[in-house]
């Protein structure tokens, strides 16, 4: 599969706004392609690479926010 860096770009814009402002972050875009990349090189057949691919972003973006918030100590 092709990487389409505009539909990358367009999934991390839509999966952002919903937790609150979206994110124009090149470095979550990059990471987002990067664990794309290594997906689509593990896995021998995709039957659905764009439903696999917003599985991805929606993942990386939970880890992003994950690491953003101070862990909870109470």
Known sequence: MN???AEIRALVHLVTRRTGL????E?????VALHAVEAFRRIE??????????????DTVGDYWRRRRPP???
């Open 27 to 31: 470095d979550l875009e990059q990471e």
């Open 45 to 58: 057949r995709v039957a659905h690479p764009r439903a696999l691919l917003a599985k991805i972003v929606v």
């Open 72 to 74: 909870d100590t109470s």
């Open 22 to 25: 979206p994110v124009h972050d």
């Open 3 to 5: 990487l389409n860096v």
